[in-house]
């Protein structure tokens, strides 16, 4: 039953020899054809030096997987010590890492390029979406100072008019110094008030252009068609949005504001007073120190609420790297583990056929281990053992000489004993 088993075990590999040269070499040459669309995307020039050069390493990288696996199919089941197994194990993974270097992640380029550069090309935009928005807060900051602004201008103002119309403040009206000076802090404030909104409607336009740049960016992530040009054309969108965003960050109304509140304060010139009398001059004066004291408060907020604003992160200016279809699947593998596994599998899949031939071989001499020593000859071993029985007969060999060669040599090496016999008869002979 065992040398059945075992004789099966045989028929068996011999049926498979062709049909896994075949499996190699379709491997192969798949492996190859997937490697020549990969390399493709990386090399630059003439289409006829591209499309030579690219045939070139493909058929390289074919040639060198169908020798490689052959290589090990061949020898890697027959070599049975230890040390043996283990030296030819770790030459595998060499040869596996190798493949993989030189074939699997172009192979992965082939399957994956083009949507990993998509992808790359959506990160890009939510990127720079979230650049373009930060610089627009950062931008509309100031604006949040605006109502403060319009509530100290309007103050002065009515200050002012009430001083002109009923002396509210020094108790004399007209419009005399201390109604001069209110009017002027009104007109001041009522000047960065206009700066506000002046940049208020620059920054809109900037967001909105921004804005568009961001649709004609997704536009072509999404659109059909090959990627190559797409991606051209994205990258002058994403100059043009950089251009926006360094615009936005350049249009803050914080600095201004910031000056301008220390200009309220260290730039305060009071009228000198021209009441009629000294009673009213001494009323001016007072009031106007207190104008005074209430514009040096209104600064210092103000002031305080700009250093607030400009002290936020501003927006780091973004580089766009345009990425090969083969580069993209190396930035986002984690992304296409499928096309990374199908990829890695075409080129490795003959080292499973290597696994099972040595499987098999090693199945197949522990049972012929365990069978006797007649069970494990041939008829044609036995005839030329026979053989082998009768010249030693007829030549008068002793069995103590044979025991003295060689193990296996008995039996095998008929040559050496007819010699001997040789040797014996011209012995005779000369006798």
Known sequence: M???????????????????????????????????????????????????????????????????????????PHVTTHVGRAAMLGVMALGAAMIIAMSSWLNAAALAGSAALEQHLAETVEDYSGDLDRAHQNALAAQSLLPDIQRVSERFAQLALSERQS??????????????????????????????????????????????????????????????????????????????????????????????????????IAPVADGGNADLVNRQDTVMETVRSSVAAQSRVLSEAADEIL?????????????????????????????????????????????????????????EEKMPFAERITAAELLRALEVQRAVTANGVSPSEIDSLPEGEELSNITSLEARAR?????????
Do not use: C
């Not at 009522?190 to 920054?203: D, F, I």
């Open 167 to 268: 002396g509210a403040l020094t108790g004399t009206q007209g419009s005399g110094s201390v109604v001069q000076l209110l009017s002027q802090m009104s007109a001041q404030m009522k000047e960065l008030e206009n700066g506000v909104n002046a940049s208020r409607e620059q920054v809109t336009k900037l967001f909105n252009d921004g804005q568009k740049r961001l649709e004609t960016m997704r536009r072509l992530v999404s659109a059909p068609g090959a990627v190559s040009p797409r991606a051209d054309q994205f990258s002058s969108e994403v100059v043009a949005l950089t251009g926006v965003i360094a615009s936005l960050g350049q249009t803050s109304i914080a600095p201004s504001i910031r000056r301008a509140a220390d200009d309220l304060s260290l730039g305060f």
């Open 423 to 431: 040797a014996k008869d011209r012995l005779h002979e000369d006798r």
């Open 311 to 367: 002290a936020r992160q501003p927006v780091a200016e973004r580089r766009f790297v345009p990425l090969s279809s083969a580069e993209a699947v190396l930035r986002y593998a984690t992304d296409f583990i499928p096309a990374w596994a199908g990829a890695i599998s075409i080129d490795l899949l003959p080292g499973v056929l290597v696994f099972i031939l040595a499987t098999v071989h090693g199945v197949i001499r522990k049972q």
């Open 2 to 76: 065992t040398l059945g088993a075992s004789q099966r075990l045989h028929e068996g590999v011999a049926a498979v020899e062709t049909m896994t040269r075949f499996a190699l070499a379709v491997l192969a040459l798949a492996s190859g054809v997937y490697t020549y669309l990969g390399v493709r995307s990386l090399l630059d020039g003439s289409p006829t030096a591209v499309f030579f050069a690219a045939i070139i390493y493909s058929a390289s990288v074919s040639v060198g997987i169908y020798a490689f696996w052959s290589y090990m199919a061949r020898f890697y």
